[in-house]
């Protein structure tokens, strides 16, 4: 059918065939429209996934709505007269073929047999079985995986505490050679302090020697000045005898006599 010799379609009962030759309806939007059946307008199509306002303005010029009965699975209302002769030849059809399908439906099925009871309880416990079966066969695989990795995780545990131990090994021997520097810095250390104590005396005696030393030169100082005080009277006593001894010079020199002619 040519987009040109449109007729108007019902989307109640419409194929999907029917719905691809609408413009702009593809064929997943037709199976989404024919899964939504039944539709009561044309704005109840808006519910239809991807279906917009303007897409549903391009199809509604062709497009007829019948009223439709709700009985658990939707059956449109047949048309008769007028209606049905002015239906396209794909209509028809459809419309036959869904009268044909909810009249199987209302005809009914068959009893279930016991045969077939059984087979159905045989097939659901072979089904139980089989899962149960399918499930303990993975518990074992993650079972042994598990068992596998833990081998692996156990030696790759035992690698590390091996080399942990040789380092520990080591560490200690360091230790060791750390603490014997450490007693040689402390006989050292015992040295320093006895030479210390030694200094320590040998400044006090410097300093008692100094000591000693400032008081004789003090000493020194006083006699020093005592022996300058001394040499003044000496020199005093000496100019004394002196002015004496030029006294006695004086008094007892001999008298010089003079001849007379």
Do not use: C
């Not at 449109?76 to 049905?84: M, Q």
């Not at 209509?91 to 036959?96: A, F, I, K, P, V």
């Not at 695989?141 to 790759?156: D, F, K, P, Q, Y």
């Amino acid at each position: 059918m040519e987009k040109d010799d449109l007729h108007q379609i019902n989307p109640n009962i419409a194929a999907v065939a029917d719905l691809v030759v609408l413009p702009g309806i593809g064929e997943n939007m037709a199976q989404r429209i024919v899964a939504g059946q039944p539709y009561r307008s044309p704005e109840d199509m808006l519910r239809v996934k991807g279906l917009g306002p303007r897409s549903l303005e391009r199809i509604r010029p062709f497009l007829i709505f019948t009223k439709v009965q709700d009985r658990g699975a939707s059956m449109p209302e047949i048309d008769t007269g007028s209606k049905s002769a002015g239906r396209t030849p794909s209509e028809r059809r459809t419309l036959e073929q869904r009268l044909s399908g909810f009249g199987a439906s209302l005809s009914g099925s068959s009893p279930i047999t016991t045969q077939v009871l059984w087979l159905a309880i045989i097939t659901g416990a072979l089904s139980v079985i089989l899962s149960v079966i399918l499930s303990l066969a993975i518990l074992v695989g993650i079972n042994r995986t598990l068992n596998i990795e833990r081998h692996a995780a156990v030696r790759e545990l035992r690698s590390e505490f091996s080399q942990m131990d040789t380092q520990l090994a080591n560490l200690e021997a360091g230790l060791n050679s750390i603490d014997s520097r450490l007693k040689a810095v402390e006989g050292l250390s015992g040295r320093m302090a006895t030479l210390e104590t030694e200094f320590d005396l040998v400044q006090e005696g410097v300093d008692q020697a100094i000591t000693e030393v400032d008081q004789l030169t003090e000493q020194v100082t006083a006699v020093s000045d005592e022996v300058t005080r001394i040499s003044g009277k000496v020199n005093l006593f000496d100019a004394f005898l002196e002015g004496m001894r030029a006294l006695m010079a004086d008094l007892f020199a001999p008298v010089e006599t003079t001849s007379s002619p």
